[in-house]
């Protein structure tokens, strides 16, 4: 059974739309990330939260918008988005900052319409 | 920027052949990580590699940290169909305050019974 669960498992919105991931962690790490996955290309990071402050925004578009409100949860709302951002988005947390040993959620697989 | 390059992109063998996979870098790595990721589901690390030189097996699975920091393998000995799977390697870069995990692009791993 993986620590880190993912909700929603899929999720269909279109393009106006606003929804949210979310991600929990029961692991008592204190790193978590966001990162995306898409066919044919390396894991992409999105985010980094270090004790609950947000260390690293890989120039991720304004319409990913990350919360992180303790450090077992994570959120990632989405608003406007574009068909080109269908993909497979994962959560993952680690002991401590970026680099350490990444535990990854099951994602959430994201088709924009 | 850093780059790993993992081969072969992708292989299909026969139940009970071994399996050979490696990834390089022009960088050196601090950690090496091996994951693993089914249709659907997260990664989910397989071995973790902290020491230039290191060899360490998990059941069927062994791997390496390359003496020269830049490279690592993993084999699969005995495959069976449950191996299936897209497999993933990582490795820890560290650049001052830059620390960050760098992913290959995966080999994907297909077992005819």
């Known amino acids: 059974e993986t620590g880190v669960t993912q909700t929603p498992r899929h999720l269909v919105m279109g393009m106006t739309n606003k929804k949210s991931l979310k991600c929990e962690q029961h692991?008592?790490?204190?790193?978590m990330y966001w990162y995306k996955q898409s066919a044919k290309k390396p894991l992409e990071l999105m985010f980094v939260y270090n004790f609950k402050e947000q260390t690293e925004n890989n120039s991720v578009p304004s319409r990913f918008s990350p919360e992180c409100p303790n450090s077992s949860h994570l959120f990632l709302h989405l608003h406007t988005l574009q068909p080109e951002d269908s993909a497979l988005y994962l959560c993952?947390?680690?002991?401590?900052?970026?680099?350490?040993?990444?535990?990854f959620g099951p994602g959430t697989r994201l088709t924009v319409l | 920027g850093q780059q790993l390059n993992q081969s072969p992109q992708s292989m299909f063998i026969q139940e009970g052949e071994d399996v050979s996979m490696n990834c390089t870098s022009s960088?050196?790595?601090?950690?090496w990580l091996w994951y693993k990721q089914d249709p659907g589901e997260g990664p989910v690390l397989l071995i973790a590699?902290?020491?230039a030189g290191e060899l360490t097996s998990n059941g069927r699975l062994t791997a390496q940290f390359g003496i020269t920091r830049k490279d690592s393998f993993l084999n699969i000995s005995a495959s069976i169909p449950s191996d299936v799977g897209i497999y993933f390697c990582?490795?820890?870069?560290?650049?001052?305050?830059?620390?960050?995990?760098?992913w290959g692009l995966g080999t994907s791993l297909a077992v005819n019974p």
């Open positions: 993952a947390s680690s002991q401590d900052w970026a680099g350490d040993t990444q535990y």
């Open positions: 590699l902290y020491k």
């Open positions: 692991l008592g790490h204190n790193a």
């Open positions: 990582a490795g820890d870069f560290n650049a001052g305050n830059n620390r960050k995990l760098i």
């Open positions: 960088s050196i790595f601090n950690t």
